[in-house]
């Protein structure tokens, strides 16, 4: 037990004022300005700073004429402290939220597909049991979510995990594959098209996400795999308010998930076209850190995602 506390950062007395310093300093690039923002004249800031350098026995930070700038040891240093400290607050913000009786606060991030289904199916559930978990939902690509994650800004993220990402932190539970469809205006010409296809559709005005976008390549390698052109008029965007009210006011067409295509059409904004599209994006699932034990809030938030997640999927959790 005792090893437990024989840590090096027990030993050189670290202070959190240091880890404040060295996110400050990683943002502020200048050891003044740093000492400013930190209430602290500038060589008591560089003393804090020498201190911890002297501790790990490694420069963190690489002297400049106009300013300063991380070394390696120090973007290590950096990462973890932005950690420490999300770690610290986010501890307050669960302890205020016992104290005013609430059961804590959970955060998730979410593409595109889960959260127009199954995130609100699951808080809504929650809310009828905890009316008070104060819950944060972000929606976002899986590559802006998962560093989001990984400083502690999110607990959970239903995403992707894509082969360059960095896997050794990471829990991942597979959910589903993602299907896509072609989407119009309801009353839109091609409508009336019977056995429709691609070759019909190819030549239409499209608003799509952008070129060198996992589903943009997803979109073009379905054209091609049928000899066809991919879509050349084409409104870039990655915003799903302006791709449905495009649909709503155009004639365009445009590539979207399934799930949300149907959540769409069940309010008559827009009509998913009878063409056979042999388009899907990889298998999204819940991400978690390894090293992170969920806090209550986020363990009742996870415990209902999953139970709705095998409602609409049938995915076993």
């Known amino acids: 037990m005792a090893g437990n506390y024989s840590n090096w950062f027990i030993r050189a007395r670290l202070k959190t004022r240091q880890l404040l310093l060295l996110v400050a300093l990683d943002e502020e690039r200048n050891i003044h300005r740093t000492a ?3 209430l602290m004249t ?5 003393k804090l700073l020498k201190e911890l350098e002297d501790m790990l026995e490694v420069p963190l930070f690489e002297r400049l004429p106009r300013g300063m700038k991380p070394t390696w040891y120090g973007e290590i240093m950096i ?4 950690m420490v400290l999300s770690s610290l607050s986010q501890a307050h913000e669960e302890i205020n939220a016992l104290k005013a009786g609430m059961v804590g606060q959970v955060r998730i991030g979410a593409i595109t597909d889960p959260a127009t289904q199954l995130v609100p199916l699951a808080i809504a559930r929650i809310k009828q049991q905890y009316p008070l978990l104060d819950i944060h939902v972000t929606v976002d690509t899986s590559d802006m979510l998962q560093p989001k994650l990984m400083s502690g800004k999110l607990d959970i993220v239903i995403g992707r995990i894509f082969q360059q990402h960095d896997k050794t932190n990471l829990i991942y539970e597979s959910i589903a ?5 072609i989407v119009c205006r309801p009353g839109h010409p091609l409508l009336n098209i019977q056995g429709l296809g691609l070759r019909d559709v190819m030549s239409a005005a499209w608003v799509l996400t952008p070129s060198g976008s996992v589903l943009r390549h997803r979109v073009d390698m379905a054209f091609r795999q ?3 052109d991919p879509p050349m008029n084409v409104v870039e965007t990655v ?10 006011s155009t004639d365009m067409l445009a590539a979207i998930a399934t799930k949300v295509a149907e959540h769409y059409a069940r309010y008559g904004m827009i009509r998913i076209l009878p063409v056979d599209f042999p388009c ?4 999204f699932g819940f991400i ?3 090293d992170q034990q969920l806090s209550p809030g986020a363990s009742i938030m996870m415990h209902a995602l999953q139970e709705v997640a095998n409602e609409i999927y049938g995915t076993s959790f």
């Open 36 to 38: 400013e923002a930190l």
């Open 42 to 46: 500038q060589p008591a800031a560089s």
């Open 79 to 82: 990462r973890h402290a932005r």
């Open 177 to 181: 594959e993602e299907p896509i469809s």
């Open 226 to 228: 049928q000899n066809l």
């Open 239 to 248: 915003s799903q308010l302006m791709i449905t009210t495009l649909l709503e």
């Open 280 to 283: 899907k994006m990889d298998e």
């Open 288 to 290: 978690t850190r390894r």
